[in-house]
């Protein structure tokens, strides 16, 4: 019998948190095979599975000569990155992947998942002796080509990295994994300096954009929004001018990542910021390798300002000084948010802070960077009622508080500063003029006339836009807004609609509710039951 947590060696180029990760990675393979690791964007998961792979090939050099191991990924980029973390480390490897010649005598090889399956190179690589198996952004993993790998390999150790172990349809990942190792939260990178202070600028809940974005009720086979629908409602001048003015105001001048809807979307939104004189350009999948890379390397170089782009900088881009990211696209899924918004939190040296904007309100869905996240209920994806994940699921078309037509000239698309993270606290600009209902895990406070939520340790959670607001009591917060009240849970997920006349406090485990201001009051219970 191996034991596995022999193999590990001390590695004085890993942080504390990331030799913590290896350590549990190596133990768990002493009584299971197949792990995943969740850590954030920006945080080193290459880093951590390049020490994986040195110490695994010390010991095959030793004990097992025949042995080999293999790194999947699924797009270019990622599959480079892999392999030049390696080189770095004194590591060859092979490349799998078209335009490559294969060189399998190597001990470790850097594969695209497409190659690897392909119908020309499935059955070759199954002769292979590959027993470790690393994958890469391994929220992919339950696609038909990486389940292949279990067949291919049944007793082979694998490791899944992510900062993402979750799936829109919350199936979960326990059918191929046997564990997932948590890391900290980014509240913890960004307090202890790994990641960067960040301001969080985003429209309102309650504006003509979000009010668009919450109508939608066409989506794609994988659960997102349509694209077409996307492009009908949001690839408009008057839009497109907004998301100018956002830069302008706040960014002008710095270096950063536009995420479009699709090419047709991003090539306005170029012709937009050029035509202001922003030194921007563009990049899609259809755009070249060759000049991809010349892009890339002047915006490296600070050459290029902005690179607007469709999708391309979602995974596998690494480029620290990245000052802002402006999000111009909707979407439904979690994983593509926060690997978008991890672009911007890299640390480097003559960077104080990222700014992220929101012009699509992804903030009024799933929260803020900081937000705890419960990926290990993900992992386990339990089937429950969707109001209990907190990744926008719950969310419905009841958050439209009225039906009116759509009218971007109104003025109320302006963008607010919604969390300040500063080593790793949420701090309002202005504090809080009452917060007298006691301290709580979920406390109201008022500023500039609205209220909103934080929490015990003053981070915002609900930010202060509705007109008056009652104590949490029991997972539940009745809310005014637009002259209604309704209930909300804690994380803003609407339970109520703002429909009522009245939702009084809860008191003694009742409050009192008046449909309409002629009607009788009667009372509800905590359980939000008439009584």
């Known amino acids: 019998m191996i034991r596995y947590s022999d193999i590990e060696t001390t590695d004085t180029i890993l942080f504390p948190y990331q030799k913590e990760m290896k350590h549990l990675v190596f133990s768990k393979w002493d009584t299971m095979n197949n792990v995943m690791v969740q850590m954030p964007t920006g945080t080193g998961k290459t880093i951590l599975f390049a020490s994986i792979v040195r110490d695994i090939r010390s010991w095959i050099i030793k004990n097992r000569k025949h042995s080999h191991i293999l790194i999947l990924a699924h797009v270019r980029e990622l599959i480079q990155q892999a392999a030049d973390k390696l080189a770095k480390r004194g590591i060859d490897s092979g490349i799998i992947m078209s335009g490559h010649p294969q060189q399998l005598e190597k001990i470790v090889q850097v594969a695209s998942v497409q190659t690897f399956m392909s119908a020309r190179n499935k059955d070759r690589m199954a002769m292979e002796q590959f027993d470790f198996i690393i994958i890469d952004e391994a929220h992919h993993a339950m696609a038909p080509r990486y389940q292949d790998l279990w067949e291919m390999f049944p007793e082979s150790k694998k490791l899944g990295v992510t900062a993402t172990p979750w799936r829109m349809d919350h199936s979960g990942f326990t059918s191929i994994f046997d564990d997932i190792i948590i890391s900290h939260p980014i509240e913890w990178f960004v307090k202890e300096g790994y990641l960067s202070n960040y301001d969080y600028i985003s429209i309102a809940p309650n504006s003509e954009i979000q009010h668009e974005i919450n109508s939608i009720d ?294 009192e509710v008046k449909n309409t201001i002629d009607s009788e009051s009667y009372y509800i219970n905590d359980k939000l039951e008439r009584i």
């Open 218 to 511: 066409r989506f794609g086979v994988d659960g997102d929004y349509l694209e077409e629908e996307l492009i009908n409602r949001f690839d408009k001048d008057s839009i497109r001018a907004k998301l100018y003015d956002a830069y302008n105001q706040f960014c002008k001048g710095k270096k950063g990542i536009i995420y479009a809807i699709n090419r047709q979307h991003a090539a306005n939104i170029l012709n937009t910021y050029q035509s202001h004189g922003v030194n921007i350009a563009m990049i899609d999948g259809t755009t070249p390798k060759s000049q991809r890379e010349e892009l890339l390397d002047d915006f490296r170089a600070g050459l290029l300002e902005v690179i607007v782009n469709v999708n391309i900088f979602s995974e596998g881009f690494d480029c620290p000084d990245i000052e802002f990211i402006q999000l111009a696209r909707p979407t439904k899924s979690l994983a593509m948010f926060l690997q978008q918004i991890g672009r911007g939190l890299r640390t480097s040296k003559d960077k104080d802070k990222g700014l992220i904007l929101d012009n699509v309100g992804l903030y009024n869905r799933f929260g803020t960077p900081m937000a705890n996240r419960r990926w290990h209920y993900h992992f386990l994806g339990h089937e429950t009622d969707p109001l209990a994940y907190n990744d926008g699921t719950g969310l419905t078309r009841d958050i439209i508080f009225e039906e009116r037509e759509s009218d971007y000239s109104e003025g109320d698309e302006q963008m607010t500063l919604v969390e300040h993270a500063e080593g790793g606290r949420q701090i309002r600009k202005a504090e809080s003029e009452d917060a007298g209902h006691g301290i709580g895990d979920f406390n109201v406070f008022k500023k500039q006339g609205k209220y909103g939520i934080c929490s015990r340790n003053n981070r915002t959670i609900i930010p202060p836009v509705y007109e008056d607001m009652h104590p949490y009591h029991k997972g539940y917060i009745p809310f005014k807004l637009n002259g209604k009240w309704g209930v909300m849970l804690s994380n803003g997920v609407i339970k109520v609609k703002p429909k009522y006349y009245l939702i009084g406090a809860f008191e003694d485990g009742k409050a």
